[in-house]
């Protein structure tokens, strides 16, 4: 009963927190706090598969959410900025 009551808290703030960080993510001038704060919002998601017993969604979304997608993202950003410095 205490177990069940420690996974339901935790689940309740990473998802406050993930709700949070989304609009953050929706409404920052700055792309680069966009990206990280989307790049956070799939990592939370990834420890709450964790908590829901689905290790292999978790690494899952871990891997290409968070860290694959983050990773193409900042490349395109990257790219971005150099056509705009050239032109």
Not at 27 to 50: C, P, Q, R
């Amino acid at each position: 009963m205490n177990n069940e009551m420690v996974f339901i808290g935790i689940a309740i703030v990473i998802g406050l927190v993930s709700i949070v960080l989304a609009f953050v993510a929706i409404h920052n001038e700055k792309l680069s706090v966009a990206i990280i704060a989307a790049g956070v919002v799939s990592l939370f998601a990834s420890v709450l598969y964790l908590l829901m017993a689905a290790p292999d969604v978790a690494m899952t979304e871990a891997s290409i959410g968070s860290g694959l997608s983050t990773l193409i993202f900042f490349y395109v950003l990257n790219k971005i900025n150099k056509t705009k410095n050239n032109a």
